[in-house]
């Protein structure tokens, strides 16, 4: 859920995931994880910058990762886990017609501009190379936030988010 559904839930059909390996790097190989220490964790805005929602997302991941057959290693992990989510204002202008049912469609001159405002928020995730620190693989999911969503609802649009995400790592 960009940040917006990710973390704070929104309609979940907006979800947008794209992903990116590294070429070359031999992800079969790849056993065991931990969180980035020197990581940039977080959310980057107080609205959704929670020990909450950042609770939901470490948990998530972890789940996702052992699903996945990935260990949690502290001492000598093969790879590391980084996240951070943005929240970006966003403007969409829409050309919208009046209607009333039984109107045959207006002609073109009766049409007005309608500019809408939202949330997008996006959370991503990179994995790194343990030993160099190199980025690996990275992973982003945009949405429109909805701030009036109950916590089990915010809950299940993180989760989702973050399991679709990990789908595309490939092992």
């Known amino acids: 859920m960009g940040i ?4 704070m839930g929104a309609c979940g059909s907006t979800l947008r995931v794209t992903s990116q390996p590294t070429p070359g790097v ?17 959310l980057h805005d107080s609205r959704v910058d929670t020990s909450e929602v950042s609770t ?11 699903a996945k057959g990935y260990r949690r290693d502290s001492i000598a992990p ?13 403007r969409v202008e829409l050309i919208v017609r009046p209607y009333c049912p039984g109107d045959p469609e207006p002609p073109l001159s009766h049409q007005e501009p309608y500019c809408r405002e939202y949330e997008e928020g996006t959370l991503v995730i990179h994995l790194l190379d343990a ?17 009036t969503l109950s916590a089990a609802e915010r809950r299940g649009r993180v989760e989702d988010a973050i399991r679709q995400i990990l789908a595309r790592f490939p092992n």
């Open 56 to 66: 939901i997302i470490r948990q998530s991941i972890a789940a996702e990762l052992a």
């Open 26 to 42: 031999a992800f079969s190989a790849l056993r065991s994880w931990d969180w980035y220490p020197s990581a940039s964790l977080g």
């Open 131 to 147: 030993r160099s620190e190199r980025v690996i693989w990275s992973c982003e999911a945009r949405d429109e936030v909805d701030f």
């Open 4 to 7: 917006a559904a990710i973390l």
């Open 78 to 90: 093969d790879f590391f886990v980084d996240y951070h989510g943005t929240l970006e204002q966003k």
